[in-house]
């Protein structure tokens, strides 16, 4: 645990260049432009905090550049004390000078973003969007979390000495900012001169809010942080996990319309780039009790899925920057897996094979599960890195995953008529799927294949067929 108290305020300000020219709020602009490099934001962030028990704060401003010349900044303040109950700093409300003119706050609560006319207070418990006339914020609910090996706590305002407050007075936000041993306290935003978010576009709107940015996917200075699921050791009220697949940003990356979903979706990879571990392989920091008693997986594991989702969310970035930076940092973990398909294989023929989900890497020897989803996933993520790069191992390997698949052939149709979630060579089929995720998964992948060759891959329609009658004879329709 920390010895002292950390305060992070995390400014990220779109400030120059095209982000100046005047756009009205009810049409949609081309944001195409605003894809911004590699080296953008979260640089910084996880290097040494200053040592200082004074609360002084240090001030780091990175200019952001593309090839069109400057286009932004982003701004950092750091915070360190062991004294004292609060700390308050403040930020210019561009915009709102006039404080008896009334911004737009729409307030992150119960699944939606609730619009209302506001003067004064903004609650800091809550994400929220502010539309001053001249400015769109976007501004992370305070976030408070009291560090522990491989997981957080997130604390409540009732249990910090100060409660946390964001306040506006005439032009300026005012933070109060709790300071408590061990706690890292923190609010993060974006400040941007074109609109964040075009409100009319009520696709947009929805996948913001099923993003959820305040009670399950905070995002942290931590990373993505996700409650701890029940089945690991840190399980509790309140407590947090930082989850490295990262899919908030892929989701935004991938499917958001928005300025607001472009730069979040940045702030993410760069996270990402920051903190990807040089073996190219992330370990979930904790034991799982599941995976304990059934294989005798011990503390800290490597998850395939999850691993598969960040190093995905890295190629995807690629095909929408053409940053080679971040293919870069997607072969480190495409490398590793090489290699993890050589020795955690579970053969079904001459030519396929499938993969264990799981591993400690303790040398147990232990036979784990292959799961349709994770298989699916990673096969995804080789067929899109070989189109990228025209590395032909990955191609062949994603052969040799589906080829698995299909070895198994109508052995994954449950009698209920479901597919079955997972294979293993000892046990059989076995556990129950999800209901959408791996129809989801098998959609994705037949698309791929049919990048990759110009033609479907038939099994993989077969089992789509089976799940989607499944899930519709349980969905009522």
Known sequence: MFKKALLILLIFAVTAGILYTKVDRDTEADIEAFVFPGDVVLKEVSKVVLENSLGVQTTTTSNVSDDKGHIGQLTEIK????????????????????????????????GEFTPYREHRLIEGSHAQFIEAPSRDYFFSSGQFYELYDG???????????????????????????????????EYWFIESQMPLVYWNNAKEVDLLARMDFDLTRQFSVLGNMYPVPDSYSGVGENHFYHNHAYHVGNKLLVEGASLFSKLFSQISVNHLMTNMPEGGYFMTPMMSSWLGADYGLGYAFYDTRFNADAAQFLVNTYKKTRDWT???????HIAFFKVYCDQYKIPTSDR?????????????????????????????????????????????????????????GEGWVKENGDLWYAYHPEKGFILQDYIDVTLNDLRTAQQTYFNVYGKEFEFINYLIDVKLKYVNSVIGK
């Open 326 to 332: 971040f293919l870069e940092a997607a072969e480190k």
């Open 151 to 185: 997981y957080t706590e997130r604390l409540s305002a009732g249990a910090l000495a100060v409660s946390p407050e964001v306040m506006i007075e005439s032009n300026r936000l005012n933070f109060q900012l709790p300071v408590k041993e061990g706690v890292l306290s």
């Open 79 to 110: 915070f360190e004390s062991n004294s004292g109950n609060a700390t308050y700093r403040h930020i210019a409300l561009v915009g709102n000078a006039d404080r008896d003119t009334p911004i737009m706050v729409r307030y992150y609560s119960g």
């Open 352 to 408: 396929g094979y499938l993969v264990m989900d799981y591993t400690d890497f303790s040398g147990s020897g232990v036979i784990v599960h292959a799961s349709l989803n994770h298989i699916l996933a990673e096969a995804v993520l080789l067929y899109d890195y070989h189109m990228a790069t025209g590395d032909q191992k990955s191609r062949q390997i994603a052969d040799e995953l589906l080829q698995g698949i299909e070895d198994l």
